[in-house]
């Protein structure tokens, strides 16, 4: 069962399409500056604090006080000869403790994605493979269930002695 942070981290690097905050540096580090100083003064605008990128690097998880949360990042664009700075967004909260929340988090990133910039395809896998981290904990206490019963099975039969060694001895 992933409980601490490092099998969390560990977890999101293993979604296809992650990116490590490392291996994403070179790329993210100018869009990063580019934003106000207001937003690079919030966690959610300190690169340091993110665990990986999309490999699009349009999307963001990032890590405050234990918990994370999905981000999408805008990079910095000129139009209509106005320049507009990186922009950060915090679609939801996600990796909870909680197995019943993942409902919330689908909300979360459905709403946000609708009113925001298009998604891709390969974003939508990355965004479901965050969302379906609730099955993948419930799926892992119930193998860790199953397992503990068969133990303790196996355990009582091996204990319990043999009925035919008992007939035999009275013979």
Request: some cysteine; hydrophobic content about 40%.
């Amino acid at each position: 069962m992933l409980k601490n942070s490092s099998e969390k981290d560990n977890f999101l690097l293993s979604i296809p399409g992650s990116l490590s905050m490392l291996d994403a540096l070179d790329e993210m580090a100018p869009i990063f500056v580019a934003a106000s100083q207001k937003d690079q003064n919030k966690h959610i605008g300190n690169i340091e604090n993110y665990i990986c990128f999309h490999a699009e690097l349009k999307l963001g998880v990032y890590k405050r006080y234990e918990k994370y949360f999905v981000a999408r990042i805008t990079h910095p664009s000129k139009t209509l000869g106005v320049y507009m700075p990186t922009s950060f967004f915090e679609l939801t909260e996600i990796l909870t403790d909680a197995t019943d929340d993942a409902h919330l988090e689908k909300a979360g990133i459905a709403g946000a994605t609708f009113f925001g910039a298009t998604t891709s395809k390969e974003e939508e896998v990355f965004l479901k493979a965050l969302t379906d981290y609730d099955k993948l904990i419930l799926d892992s206490v119930a193998i860790e269930l199953k397992e503990k019963i068969i133990s303790k099975k196996e355990d009582e039969s091996s204990d319990m002695p043999n009925e035919s060694d008992d007939l035999l001895d009275d013979i």
